[in-house]
């Protein structure tokens, strides 16, 4: 072989310590997790329940699954509520996730408050779904409005922190070059940043849209609305068909927001 | 259909289609007309400029059409059901909830929160490990480039938008029935959720990777094999890495729930002392759950800045 390749195959990356030190480490980390499982559960009856769902899923409760109307259950109502509930807790969110991020943002405010602000974000995240759920109950009783309430309360986390890298990427440039052409104060937020902005924290705010209405999906377990509570109800009696339906439901739905919100959202990074 | 309408549906031949006044198509057409005149510009150098037709307005009604149907079905709702007042009187509800958590916070229940919250880092740990490992041969057999069928990768696709259609806790509830209570249940939910968006994250990535050197080390004379695996592996070893890392990340708040639907962990402490309205508990738990959700993912954190 000629000396130059000798000579960078001498030079190639050796990782082999690196990665059988990172090796181990996942293997125990993973031996310390695995003492967690508890089989105890498993009985012979989980084979029939499996067939009995998977037969379910290919038959499920069409009167429920079809019914349009709003006598008895109807699926397709209650997938309109949790796409309601997603969509008007995205939109309280996406506001309220607003003053966060700006008050979070490194360029904006400077690292100190930038700190202070990522913490406080932090804290909002830490709620979990069903304790925001539970707490805004007391407040409006069951319903899809203490969904809608959680939906907002807890997407802010998420979207602020997004919202923050957004801000924090703004290119400074195009603020000099209309300062430059004698832009206002006022013109420079509206034709400099504000532009900058618009097509990616809406992108954000469809992006968590998908994320909220499965969300949604669960919430009725606490009484909050949307189509968990018929769910997790006709699971609790042993009714698959029902549930099955309830499942229908939540995959067309689902995937159709999914399919819709990347179309939207690669046009908007596109430009159009 | 009676027989007034038979005739005007049957009585139209083309040509008086083309007559009949057209108010509609009018409309929009002197609509377009002053849109594109008042879009145009004259500079003073004679040259004119046209800007662009924006659809932010129209996307905008849209949305705002969307949103009053969801208000009005939610809120309006509400608000036709119950007095107003009685929703402003009861906010302090929210509140007081929050302040117990801070007043009748109490130390002394940590003891009992360690073992669950062990329990739920482990369920997510696991579980991430067990999808990731499941991910990694899918993605590539759902990656057009690779398996060069379209009819497999948009078949193994499909099912994969299928498998991401629920949230952990749906997977939960219904693998309790099969598998019994336990966390074993909540680690299976989780690796089957993070199968879902892991597999997702990463065939997107290997869309995008460049397979020349796939096609030059395999043109020195190495199997395909071989070929694959100096140089296809390497390149997403990192992501594959990285999209773990922050999948732990959201596994371990999402399973932080699972106990309600009787995965074991967290949970469970959380239903129960809701139920028991002992909310100095839920604080407890919370500043737990808040410092390892902080640890893991500044780990993650760190580690992923290294790997890219």
């Known amino acids: 072989m000629k000396p130059a390749i000798l000579e960078m195959y001498d030079k190639r990356p050796r990782t082999l310590v690196r990665n059988t030190i990172l090796f181990v480490l996942m293997a125990v980390i993973l031996v310390w997790s695995w003492e967690t499982m508890d089989y105890g559960g498993i009985n012979e009856n989980g084979a029939v329940v499996a067939r009995n769902i998977l037969d379910a899923l290919i038959r499920p409760n069409e009167a429920w699954l079809f019914n349009f109307t709003a006598t008895g259950t109807s699926i397709p109502l209650l997938m309109l509520e949790t796409v309601a509930i997603g969509f008007l807790g995205t939109i309280l969110g996406a506001i309220l996730a607003l003053p966060f991020a700006f008050l979070s943002a490194r ?124 769910l997790i109800a006709a699971l609790g009696a042993y009714r698959w068909k029902d549930a099955a339906a309830a499942l229908w439901g939540i995959i067309v739905v689902v995937l159709v927001i999914e399919i819709i919100s990347t179309k939207i959202r690669s046009k908007l990074v596109s430009g159009e | 259909m009676n027989e007034k309408q038979k005739k005007r549906s049957t009585g139209d031949s083309e040509s008086e289609r083309l007559k009949r006044p057209r108010p509609v198509k009018a409309f929009l057409d002197r609509l377009a007309a002053r849109n594109l005149a008042h879009r145009t510009t004259t500079l003073s150098n004679g040259a004119t400029i046209v800007r662009p037709f924006s659809w932010s307005l129209t996307n905008s009604l849209i949305i705002l059409v969307i949103f009053l149907f969801f208000w009005d079905m939610i809120v309006g709702a509400y608000f036709d059901k119950y007095d107003f007042m009685i929703f402003v009187r009861r906010i302090p509800n929210f509140l007081n909830i929050l302040q117990k958590m801070w007043t009748e916070f109490d130390w002394s229940y940590f003891d009992f929160v360690v073992d669950p919250m062990v329990d739920t880092i482990q369920m997510a740990l696991l579980g991430t490990a067990i999808g990731a490992v499941f991910s990694l041969p899918v993605a590539f057999l759902a990656s057009a480039n690779i398996v060069k069928s379209k009819i497999v990768s948009g078949v193994v696709k499909t099912i994969l938008s299928f498998v991401r259609t629920f949230p952990t806790l749906v997977y939960a509830a219904i693998l309790a029935f099969i598998f019994g209570y336990g966390t074993l249940i909540g680690v299976l939910a989780t690796a089957i959720f ?70 074991g962990g967290v949970g469970i402490m959380l239903d129960e002392n809701m139920n028991w309205r002992r909310y100095g508990n839920i604080g407890v738990i919370l500043v737990v759950l808040f410092v390892s959700v902080l640890i893991i993912e500044n780990i993650s954190r760190y580690l992923r800045k290294k790997l890219s």
């Open chain 1, 107 to 230: 360029n904006i405010v400077g690292p100190v408050m930038s700190n202070v602000g990522n913490t406080i974000i932090s804290i909002i995240r830490t709620f979990p779904i069903f304790i925001l759920g539970l707490m805004f109950i007391r407040v409006t009783g069951p319903g899809p409005l203490a969904g809608v309430l959680t939906i907002g309360i807890a997407s802010i986390g998420m979207i602020s922190k997004l919202y923050v890298e957004i801000i924090e990427d703004i290119d400074k440039g195009i603020l000099l070059a209309l300062d430059a052409t004698g832009a206002t104060r006022f013109q420079k937020i509206r034709y400099g940043i504000i532009p900058q902005l618009t097509a990616n924290f809406i992108s954000t705010a469809i992006y968590r849209f998908e994320i909220n209405v499965r969300n949604a999906t669960i919430l009725g377990l606490v009484g909050a609305g949307g189509i968990g509570f018929t």
């Open chain 2, 194 to 263: 993070t199968f879902g968006i892991l597999t997702k994250m990463l065939f997107e990535v290997i869309e995008t990777l460049d397979l020349s050197s796939f096609v030059a080390i395999e043109a020195t004379g190495a199997s395909k094999g071989k070929a694959f695996i100096t140089s296809v592996i390497p390149q997403i070893m990192g992501s594959f890495l990285s999209f773990t890392l922050y999948s732990i990340e959201i596994n371990i708040r999402s399973s932080a729930i699972l106990g309600y639907v009787g995965a």
